[in-house]
């Protein structure tokens, strides 16, 4: 279930990322950008403009044109023009995606650290968790408090439940992870 | 091989037929190596299995094809992940460095490129000024130059830096501490047969993504390249669990793990061959044909999919693709011969440093506060780099700066060279001239930035955060090539009558060009700290795209290797695996010494006598007691005690799962049952309990060496076929076992090094 979901997570990403450069619609996404570096008395200067890509050229690019006549093609043939295309819609979808992603990730790490033992001490009493712990020093490490949540649970066998079981086994790994990287540092040092 | 149940024999018993395999038999702990052996074994075996049933009907034979095209289906499906994740941390990561400096107005979401991009504000020598990006000075105090905005710019770039620092190793600490450092060094250790749980895992995948673009945005000295490669490995072991064939098989697993990491190398420097044969080379341990192509497949998946998404705008997979076009002449291999001796020593220098480093952090109290070591070294990279404006941007942008060679076009300090046109103060961007004082502020700068980054790197790679050495060794190459460069063509210029440059090069052309020199040395620098030898000249080579480059890039690197091995014959990677103490055999090093089986096995002649079982000897609390004894990994199973003579191996986890597994679903099993390894039960008195078959379990082939087998002998066989143990005859009579963990430990010890040092199975 958890594979369904990534892959919904994985075609939400794709699809708005792989698009043809063609349909994007925005036409401030083009553009043809011309270096042209200093010329006799003219200083350097870099001209934009949005035009495809057999316009993308000296002539049609650098306007107006600062010297006149037979200096027209001396002064074009130093410029470099270039045709260039970008989405922007990718570079907004993206954004918004890692932010919300990452908004998400904070409010959960804040519950988890913060709030989650509040409640659960309010619920349950200081003595419960007390007895549940192993060897975490005091109460401040996330999910300190998973051995005792599991073995109280295995009487109703529904969704929430399981939701619930798999979110401490979840927990348990984390938490043996941690011990073995920052604890113990016996992977990753 | 074990029999598994079923098999047809004249005189099958009837309970033969109902055996049926025993669920998780075959599976392995956490923190083991695998049997390679056995695993290839039973995908042997599947493959039978639905070959023969393919003939049956129409299912069965769609079934058939089915098997055979997932592995294809496997690495498409990992190409297409790899590369859609790359092009989110690219844009992300470009997005939020410069988010330290400042916001575009008219749309949140671009970077201050992007921002700029339609406006006609642009000059020629400020090519990113434009009126709807904002610095923060400008939004906070109102005004944009001035000693107050330099300060307000100072202050808002070191918050930003330490926000994003904290936010992500918090998020690595509460979520998924796997997710920290490079992944290289695990990621071999797993491919070559270890198992650590979790590592490649979906939360693992989600926080590496997240957090290696808040560290990357954050100014650390570290690059993505690395990090790169154990996501792709991540999405390649999520997909893998989609379909039996590889979900169930670690040795099929790891097939599709180097694919993957190909895919991984390739989205990152944008050259899909390059990152074949650095899966190759470097994180591969086996690498059959068939791996080969679907490795090249799943980099060319990943490298058009990253290239579709095309995050940089000018449809480049990297940010620094630079094409060359001037030659270079054989004077100046001096040059680049020089630069690869520089990249040696600094690869050498820093894998002392780095591993010294770490090995402090990992045993005093330092690494009891990995956030607070975040957060200082976070703030102290900020405090230094923000004056330099060569360290103050992006690593990634100022290596190109460096390859790009100065021409008209060029506008940057690097290029102000000293006109000699009309014997006036006048400044020219073509080079070949004098330096003007442009360029010799902008060097004086390089050398604080390489400085800098020299120092810097040794204090970030390790640190609780994704981490890559790529780009920062590439940066510390390209910023001594460019020195050199530049110095080379001043030399040139005011010495052009000696021999040397009065042959190839003449006054006013362009002679020496310090973009290829930045090249060299970035390629040398990288070689000598990972010493990476074809797939760095390749991924070089598709970086540049020019062929004409490839004999400085292999002279440079060819240096740099040979001056590292000098100092010691590891690289970055191998020195990491080493001092976390995983079960690494490493394939290219060669053993030398002729010790004999009978030095390296156990029992050695201090220790308890082997742990056997007997045949058909044991009852079920007398096995138990064996393995709540002993902390042995398995034990070989022999006729009776006089004979001594071998039948199998079983292994602890086997014997455990199978008893329990027995207790459950059998009735009449008891403590005082006997348990056999025979085909037919022992003949026992009518009122015992009913006896435990274990047949199933029993591996029928285990490898034998005799003690007097050299230690050479034993080294191969343990590399090319992948096992785990050995056991050890004489005269035809089991004498002891020999296992990788003995052998990594003696290797220790005749190198001189800790043998306890080896920690895991």
């Given at each position: 279930s958890l594979i369904f979901e990534f892959f919904g997570l994985l075609s939400v990403i794709l699809c708005p990322l792989i698009r043809s450069?063609?349909?994007?619609?925005?036409?401030?996404?083009?553009?043809?950008?011309?270096?042209?570096?200093?010329?006799?008395?003219?200083e350097g200067h870099i001209y934009k403009q949005n035009v495809s890509l057999k316009d993308c050229n000296c002539?049609?690019?650098?306007?107006?044109?600062?010297?006149?006549?037979?200096?027209?093609?001396?002064?074009?043939?130093?410029?470099?023009?270039?045709?260039?295309?970008?989405?922007?819609?990718?570079?907004?979808?993206?954004?918004?995606?890692?932010?919300?992603?990452?908004?998400?990730?904070?409010?959960?790490?804040?519950?988890?650290?913060?709030?989650?033992?509040?409640?659960?001490?309010?619920?349950?009493?200081?003595?419960?968790?007390?007895?549940?712990?192993?060897?975490?020093?005091?109460?401040?490490?996330?999910?300190?408090?998973?051995?005792?949540?599991l073995s109280r649970s295995h009487s109703r066998p529904n969704m929430l439940n399981k939701v619930e079981h798999a979110q401490q086994r979840w927990r348990r790994q984390v938490q043996e992870q941690r011990k073995s990287v920052f604890d113990r540092h016996v992977v990753l040092s | 091989m074990s029999n598994g149940g079923g098999a047809a024999s004249s005189s099958t018993h009837l309970l033969d037929f109902l055996e049926e395999p025993i669920p998780g038999v075959g599976t392995y702990d956490d923190f083991h190596t695998i049997d390679w052996v056995r695993e290839k074994c039973k995908d042997r075996e599947r493959h039978r299995k639905i070959n023969s049933k393919k003939k049956?009907?129409?299912?069965?034979?769609?079934?058939?094809?089915?098997?055979?095209?997932?592995?294809?289906?496997?690495?498409?499906?990992?190409?297409?992940?790899?590369?859609?994740?790359?092009?989110?941390?690219?844009?992300?990561?470009?997005?939020?460095?410069?988010?330290?400096?400042?916001?575009?107005?008219?749309?949140?979401?671009?970077?201050?490129?992007?921002?700029?991009?339609?406006?006609?504000?642009?000059?020629?020598?400020?090519?990113?000024?434009?009126?709807?990006?904002?610095?923060?000075?400008?939004?906070?105090?109102?005004?944009a130059e001035g000693p107050g905005s330099y300060i307000m710019n100072y202050f808002m770039y070191i918050y930003w830096a330490l926000s994003f620092a904290f936010l992500a190793v918090c998020l690595v600490k509460v979520f998924a501490p796997y997710a920290c450092g490079s992944g290289i060094p695990e990621i071999k250790?797993?491919?070559?047969?270890?198992?650590?749980?979790?590592?490649?895992?979906?939360?693992?995948?989600?926080?590496?993504?997240?957090?290696?673009?808040?560290?990357?945005?954050?100014?650390?000295?570290?690059?993505?390249?690395?990090?790169?490669?154990?996501?792709?490995?991540?999405?390649?072991?999520?997909?893998?669990?989609?379909?039996?064939?590889?979900?169930?098989?670690?040795?099929?697993?790891?097939?599709v793990?180097?694919?993957?990491?190909?895919?991984?190398?390739?989205?990152?420097?944008?050259?899909?061959?390059?990152?074949?044969l650095f899966s190759l080379e470097e994180v591969s341990y086996y690498f059959p044909l068939k791996t080969l192509w679907r490795s090249f497949f799943a980099a060319l998946v990943a490298a058009f999919v990253l290239r579709s998404i095309n995050p940089f705008g000018n449809s480049r997979l990297v940010l620094f693709y630079v094409e060359y076009h001037t030659p270079w002449y054989l004077f100046e291999l001096i040059p680049f011969i020089l630069l690869g001796v520089f990249g040696g020593l600094w690869g050498a220098f820093f894998i002392r440093t780095n591993i010294a480093w770490c090995r402090r952090r990992k045993s005093t109290r330092f690494g009891k506060y990995p956030v607070l070591e975040v957060i200082l070294v976070a703030t102290i990279t900020a405090v230094v780099a923000f004056p330099n404006p060569y360290t103050r941007q992006n690593t990634s942008e100022l290596i190109k700066e460096l390859f790009t060679d100065c021409g008209p076009l060029e506008t940057s300090a690097l290029c102000k060279y000293r006109s000699e046109m009309n014997g006036s103060t006048a400044y020219t961007?073509?080079?070949?001239?004098?330096a003007g004082p442009g360029v010799y502020s902008a060097m004086w700068q390089l050398c604080l930035a390489l400085i800098f980054k020299i120092i810097m790197t040794i204090f970030t790679f390790g640190l609780k955060v994704p981490s890559g050495l790529f780009i920062p060794s590439m940066a510390i190459g390209a910023i001594a090539?460019?020195?050199?460069?530049?110095?080379?063509?001043?030399?040139?210029?005011?010495?052009?009558?000696?021999?040397?440059?009065?042959?190839?090069?003449?006054?006013?052309?362009?002679?020496?060009?310090?973009?290829?020199?930045?090249?060299?040395?970035?390629?040398?620098?990288?070689?000598?700290?990972?010493r990476m030898t074809v797939s760095l000249v390749v991924i070089v080579f598709e970086l540049t795209g020019g062929l004409e480059y490839i004999v400085p890039l292999m002279a440079a690197i060819m240096t740099s290797k040979w001056v590292g091995d000098a100092f010691g014959r590891e690289g970055i990677y191998e020195a990491h695996i080493r001092l976390n103490g995983y079960p690494f055999l490493d394939a290219k090093e060669e053993f030398t010494h002729t010790t004999?089986?009978?030095?390296?096995?156990?029992?050695?002649?201090?220790?308890?006598?082997?742990?056997?079982?007997?045949?058909?000897?044991?009852?079920?609390?007398?096995?138990?007691?064996?393995?709540?004894?002993?902390?042995?990994?398995?034990?070989?199973?022999?006729?009776?005690?006089?004979?001594?003579?071998?039948?199998?191996?079983?292994?602890?986890?086997?014997?455990?799962?199978?008893?329990?597994?027995?207790?459950?679903?059998?009735?009449?099993?008891?403590?005082?049952?006997?348990?056999?390894?025979?085909?037919?039960?022992?003949?026992?008195?009518?009122?015992?309990?009913?006896?435990?078959?274990?047949?199933?379990?029993?591996?029928?082939?285990?490898?034998?060496?005799?003690?007097?087998?050299?230690?050479?002998?034993?080294?191969?066989?343990?590399?090319?076929?992948?096992?785990?143990?050995?056991?050890?005859?004489?005269?035809?009579?089991?004498?002891?076992?020999?296992?990788?963990?003995?052998?990594l430990r003696h290797m220790a010890q005749m190198a001189n090094q800790d043998p306890e040092s080896i920690m895991f199975n």
């Open positions: 450069p063609g349909s994007t619609g925005n036409s401030e996404d083009i553009r043809c950008k011309c270096i042209c570096p200093p010329y006799k008395e003219v002539l049609h690019v650098v306007e107006p044109m600062p010297v006149e006549g037979k200096d027209v093609e001396a002064y074009c043939l130093r410029c470099e023009c270039k045709y260039e295309e970008r989405s922007s819609g990718t570079i907004k979808f993206t954004i918004i995606l890692y932010l919300s992603i990452l908004g998400l990730l904070l409010l959960y790490m804040v519950y988890l650290t913060l709030l989650e033992p509040m409640l659960k001490r309010r619920l349950f009493g200081h003595s419960q968790l007390i007895q549940s712990d192993d060897d975490v020093v005091g109460d401040q490490q996330p999910f300190s408090n998973a051995h005792s949540v | 049956e009907s129409a299912w069965e034979f769609t079934k058939s094809l089915y098997d055979a095209w997932s592995g294809w289906l496997v690495v498409t499906l990992t190409g297409l992940a790899s590369g859609a994740l790359a092009g989110l941390i690219d844009i992300a990561a470009d997005w939020m460095n410069d988010l330290k400096e400042g916001v575009c107005l008219s749309a949140m979401w671009f970077n201050h490129e992007q921002c700029c991009w339609t406006s006609n504000e642009t000059t020629f020598d400020e090519r990113d000024k434009c009126t709807q990006w904002k610095s923060w000075a400008e939004l906070i105090l109102g005004q250790t797993i491919l070559s047969g270890f198992i650590i749980r979790g590592y490649l895992g979906k939360w693992t995948l989600m926080i590496k993504t997240i957090t290696l673009v808040l560290a990357v945005a954050s100014g650390l000295s570290l690059g993505k390249e690395g990090p790169l490669v154990h996501v792709a490995c991540c999405c390649g072991n999520i997909f893998s669990y989609l379909f039996p064939k590889y979900s169930k098989n670690e040795a099929k697993k790891r097939e793990l180097s694919a993957a990491s190909a895919a991984g190398v390739s989205v990152a420097f944008g050259a899909p061959i390059g990152g074949v961007d073509n080079p070949n001239q004098p090539g460019r020195i050199v460069g530049i110095a080379m063509e001043q030399l040139a210029y005011y010495h052009h009558d000696w021999f040397l440059f009065k042959e190839w090069c003449e006054v006013g052309a362009d002679c020496i060009t310090p973009g290829l020199y930045a090249m060299v040395g970035a390629a040398a620098c990288l070689g000598g700290v990972t004999l089986a009978r030095d390296v096995m156990r029992p050695r002649s201090s220790d308890p006598p082997l742990a056997v079982l007997t045949q058909d000897d044991l009852t079920v609390e007398e096995l138990q007691g064996i393995i709540n004894e002993t902390s042995y990994n398995g034990f070989p199973v022999i006729v009776s005690k006089e004979s001594q003579r071998l039948v199998g191996f079983a292994l602890r986890r086997d014997i455990t799962i199978a008893i329990e597994n027995a207790r459950r679903r059998q009735e009449g099993i008891m403590l005082n049952s006997r348990v056999y390894f025979t085909q037919h039960a022992p003949t026992l008195p009518a009122d015992s309990p009913r006896p435990l078959k274990l047949r199933s379990i029993l591996d029928m082939s285990p490898f034998t060496v005799t003690d007097h087998t050299p230690m050479e002998i034993v080294v191969d066989i343990f590399r090319k076929l992948g096992l785990r143990q050995c056991l050890v005859t004489h005269n035809g009579r089991l004498l002891g076992i020999v296992t990788k963990k003995d052998i």
